[in-house]
C-alpha cells in the first residue's frame, strides 16, 4: 500500500505510465479515505498496488523504511523506453546491475516513490511495459 497525495494522478501514472490496470476503488467518505487497488492482473495470479488517499492529505516524507516496489518485465530497455515515452521519470537507465548480470532500472512516480523494473525471461509479455 502507498499513501498518495493525490489519487487521479497516481491513478494516472499507473494506468498510463506503468501499464497496469486500474482493478476496482473503494469509497470510505466516513473514514476520510479512498482506496484504489491496480495491477497488471487480478489476484491471485498477480499482485496488486494499492493505493490510499486519505482526504486533505496532499503530500507525505516517505519513510526511511521504505524501499521501493519492484516489477518484473521482459524488457527494462524496452519499458523505460515506453515509461520515458508516456511522460514517466525514469532515474536509473536500464542496465546491468553493479557486479552481476540481472538488468534492472528505477523510476519515481509522482509522490516520489521509487519503482524497480527487473528484466526476468519469465515476466509475462503482457504486462504493459514490455
Partial sequence: MLRVGDLQRSIDFYTQVMGMTLLRTSENPSQAY????????????????ELTYNHGVRSYDIGTAYGHIAIGVPDAYAACEKIRHNGG??????GPVKGGTTVIAFITDPDGYKVE?????DAAAGVGLG
Fill in 34 to 49: 479512498s482506496l484504489a487497488f491496480l495491477g497488471y492482473g487480478k489476484n491471485p495470479e498477480h499482485a496488486e498496488l
Fill in 89 to 94: 521519470n525514469v532515474t536509473r537507465e536500464a
Fill in 117 to 121: 523494473l527487473i528484466q526476468r525471461a
